[in-house]
């Protein structure tokens, strides 16, 4: 029903900014809670954020002041404008689809993923 693409991923310094996109193809991303989780090597995948079909946005405590969601409703693409960044931010980060609620920080509450974009966030 929904594909989902992220970008924007690279390699950054400590203290640097990067925003990521996710363009969401199908039905229109309006249709949808959009979150956005990370995972690293060897560990389980972590939420991140997410923003409501009215835009209401939540953020896990590890990024909040730092990173903000947003959404362009026309362009059917969410965006994840991380700031201050640290090492511990390095991770693939995914976004994702759910029609309804959950339990948002289950990776199992949400339908729809993205392949992934890597971070990196060196000292």
């Known amino acids: 029903q929904v594909q989902l693409v992220e970008s924007g991923g690279g390699s950054v310094q400590a203290g640097g900014s990067l925003r990521l996109s996710c363009a969401a193809s199908?039905?229109?991303?309006?249709?949808?809670?959009m979150g956005w989780f990370r995972q690293a090597p060897g560990k389980e995948r972590e939420f991140v954020g997410y923003?409501?079909?009215?835009?209401?946005?939540y953020y896990a405590d590890s990024v909040k002041g730092r990173f903000t969601i947003s959404r362009d409703n026309a362009k059917n693409t969410v965006y994840l404008q991380m700031n201050s960044l640290k090492p511990e931010d390095t991770a693939v980060y995914y976004c994702?689809?759910?029609?309804?609620?959950?339990?948002?920080?289950?990776?199992?509450?949400?339908?729809?993923w993205g392949q992934g974009t890597q971070v990196t966030v060196s000292s």
């Open positions: 199908g039905r229109t991303s309006s249709s949808y809670h």
């Open positions: 923003i409501s079909r009215s835009g209401a946005t």
């Open positions: 994702a689809a759910e029609a309804g609620l959950g339990v948002i920080y289950r990776p199992q509450s949400w339908d729809y």
